[in-house]
């Protein structure tokens, strides 16, 4: 009989960037209304800044003078899991130019449309993450 341990470890900055490119799917926490609420959200990396895109009526879109929100990204593949976290002032971009060099970023395979959008750009302030990995234990018999 084999048992099955875990080992984990922290990512360095240059993994968890990778990581982060892997996927474009993640959740958002923010306040609203003085509250702590979480999001799932898409976003796009664009070197230091992770952008993600909204609706005018977004319950995510910081206020005026920006906040300081947090993204989680995390995956597994097989006996390997992983998890990212960005903490970082956000704030919202809604001017025609800088709405259309945002929406000119790879979205993987999704649609931007400029109809009335906004974007949430969050600036990579800290950078964390750690992976799980599934290892085999010792083996074990019974005596016969």
């Known amino acids: 009989m084999t048992e099955a341990g875990t080992t984990r470890r922290h990512l360095s ?18 306040t609203r209304d003085a509250l702590p609420a979480i999001s799932p959200v898409h976003y796009a990396l664009d070197g230091d800044r992770v952008v993600i895109p909204a609706r005018p009526d977004s319950d995510h879109l910081p206020p005026a003078g920006g906040a300081v ?11 390997d899991e992983w ?7 956000a704030r919202t ?14 979205w993987t ?20 993450g750690w992976r799980t990995t599934r290892v085999p234990g010792p083996s074990s018999r019974r005596p016969a």
């Open 109 to 128: 395979g999704r649609s931007i449309t400029a109809d009335g959008r906004r974007f949430v750009v969050l600036t990579i302030g800290v950078l964390r």
């Open 83 to 89: 998890a990212v976290t960005i903490v970082g002032p």
């Open 13 to 30: 900055e240059e993994e968890c960037r990778a990581l982060l490119g892997s996927t474009s799917r993640g959740h958002l926490a923010f």
């Open 93 to 106: 971009v809604a001017d025609v130019a800088s709405v259309g060099a945002l929406q000119a970023l790879d």
């Open 69 to 79: 929100v947090v993204l989680g990204a995390d995956g597994c593949s097989g006996d």
